[in-house]
């Protein structure tokens, strides 16, 4: 037993021995593998370095190669040049040469160029029907509305409204900034300068310049809207627009200060919360607002804040969340709504477009009644169409569409507006 227990002490370690040598062996196979390796690698590099450098010098020679063709064909041609040159040096030494007059040249009466009666006709009926037919492949092209009467024709909607364009020519395209009360030519003040007190926008124009003609029209609008529908029975109101940048917010701003103007307590909530502005509009800071409310369960009551115009009080959009539409579709947004309902007269919500996001069509539901604000010249009668088949199918209740930046004197709308003006003037 002893003597076997002797051999496999043995024979483990030859298995021991051998074990080692092999696995000894192998490692140094493998360095020699790995140092072989780094070998080729470094001669693949400088193989792959020396590769680039005669591509390079080839690209070299190919321009160089070029540039000697070019220079030689130019060195044949002043050789050849330079030979024709002594020829004709020597035969004027010779005092010979090819050349006889066979007829001489009359002087022209009339010059050959240019055709004056020619141009002119030319240019008369280039100008005439060049710009004839330049005219009708713009408005060919033109998709967009321009008057009121065409965006009731697209969407079948009345019209509520219509608000000038604003800017440099706002006062010659609309008659006079100011409807009432002010003259024409007292724009300027003491020394012939400019009135500072001229605002420089549209937003909250009511507000600023209550005797505008643009205040006017937001009052025109704010009389439309309630006479649109029995009295009680519209509380809730929001205003969207086909597409993005058609002055929404302006318009919707201007309207709940013409309402609360009436002595109406009156309460605005900007529920774009994709690009709110309308806490831009009224200067104040966008910290806690709808959004605050709706995910963070902040108190109703910090919510509702104050503006510069009295009884008018806004809800700002609070930070922007990445799920506006679930926020606003949420059972917070109807309570809110149903619970500022008791609290105001009227509640104004400035909502996204409807086209581009759902936000605008999920609050359609919640309201009682719906403005679409138009830009003239902007909004394209295809976008009409789409708003149109879309309130349908969502059947939300309509109120009529606000037409906005409208060039008046192109419209025929310059006679009304001077009579109302020329009316107030002859009153004072």
Do not use: C, W
Request: net charge positive.
């Amino acid at each position: 037993m002893q003597r076997l227990k002797a051999e496999l002490d043995t024979a483990r370690d030859l298995l021991k021995n051998e074990t080692g040598g092999l696995v000894k062996a192998a490692y140094s196979e493998y360095q020699a593998a790995l140092k072989k390796e780094n070998s080729l690698k470094d001669l693949f590099e400088r193989q792959k370095d020396e590769a680039f450098r005669l591509n390079s010098n080839a690209i070299l020679y190919n321009g160089l190669k070029i540039e000697i063709e070019n220079k030689k064909s130019l060195l044949e041609s002043l050789l050849k040049r330079q030979s024709e040159t002594g020829v004709s040096a020597r035969l004027r030494g010779l005092r010979t040469s090819n050349i006889r007059v066979i007829d001489r040249a009359d002087l022209p009466i009339n010059p050959s160029s240019p055709k004056k009666l020619r141009n002119l006709l030319l240019a008369l009926f280039l100008g005439l029907f060049g710009g004839a037919g330049l005219a009708f492949v713009m408005e060919y092209l033109d998709n967009t509305v321009k008057s009121a009467e065409e965006v009731g024709r697209y969407t079948g909607l009345p019209t509520l409204g219509v608000v000038p364009v604003f800017g440099d020519d706002s006062n010659r395209a609309y008659g006079y900034y100011y409807s009432y009360g002010q003259k024409k030519g007292e724009e300027k003040g003491k020394g012939g300068k400019e009135d500072s007190g001229k605002p420089k926008n549209i937003e909250l124009i009511v507000h600023f310049a209550p005797e505008s003609a643009f205040a006017e029209n937001y009052r025109s609008l704010r009389t439309a809207l309630l006479l649109s529908s029995p009295q009680g029975s519209l509380k809730t109101i929001m205003v969207t627009s086909p597409l993005p940048e058609e002055g929404k917010s302006a318009t919707i701003s201007n309207l709940a200060v013409s309402l609360a103007q009436t002595g109406k307590k009156i309460l605005l909530i900007d529920a774009d919360l994709r690009r709110p502005k309308q806490h831009q509009i009224f200067k104040m800071k966008n910290h806690e607002g709808l959004t605050s409310y709706l995910a963070l369960d902040l108190p109703v009551q910090k919510l509702i804040k104050p503006t510069m115009v009295p009884s008018l009080y806004l809800i700002n959009s609070g930070p922007i969340p990445p799920n506006p539409a679930e926020l606003l579709g949420s059972d917070r947004m109807s309570k809110l709504l149903a619970l500022l309902k008791d609290q105001f007269d009227f509640v104004l919500i400035d909502t996204p477009p409807i086209l581009t996001v759902t936000d605008a069509q999920i609050l359609g539901k919640l309201v009682d009644g719906l403005v679409l604000v138009v830009q003239a010249g902007t909004t394209p009668r295809e976008a009409l169409v789409q708003t149109r088949e879309l309130i349908d199918l969502l059947k939300l209740r309509t109120l009529g569409v606000v037409v906005n930046s409208l060039n008046l004197e192109n419209h025929g709308y310059y006679g009304r507006h001077y009579y109302r003006h020329y009316y107030k003037e002859s009153r004072g």
